[in-house]
């Protein structure tokens, strides 16, 4: 049973920075394509920041491209989000994920809307920033 755990999401002000992650219990990060999503209130979940552990590839999605990175403690079997620079429009509830099936590119994370039922998910950490 694969379990993910997200943390470190809080309350910033805008310009101030949160890391986030994401604790992985019956998987080991390989070769699947791992990210993070976000989702505002009446807003569609959206990919932000995909890992592919096998090569290291990473995607952003233009929004976060320069402030946010996404990387994985091997050591720890966590899935980490590092945010700098947070304006309010980053403010949204945000879940860590797996694919759970095997991909040769993981860009479809940023650039398709997710189905549910295709991945594994955390059960959210908030994250709100102010003005």
């Known amino acids: 049973q694969v379990q993910l755990v997200e943390s470190g999401g809080g309350s ?22 791992v990210g993070w999503f976000r989702q505002a209130p ?21 929004s976060v491209k320069g402030r946010f990175t996404i990387s994985h403690d091997i050591a720890e079997n966590t899935l980490k989000l590092e945010m700098i620079s947070l304006k309010p429009e980053d403010s949204a509830m945000y879940y860590c994920a797996i694919f759970r099936f095997v991909a040769a590119d993981c860009s479809f994370l940023i650039t398709s809307a997710p189905t549910r039922a295709h991945y594994w998910w955390g059960q959210g950490t908030q994250v709100t920033v102010s003005s």
């Open 12 to 33: 910033v002000q805008a310009g101030g920075s949160l890391r986030l992650s994401c604790a992985a219990s019956g998987y080991t990060y390989r070769r699947s394509c």
């Open 42 to 62: 009446g807003q569609e979940r959206e990919g932000i920041a995909v890992l592919y552990p096998g090569s290291g590839s990473t995607y952003y999605a233009d």
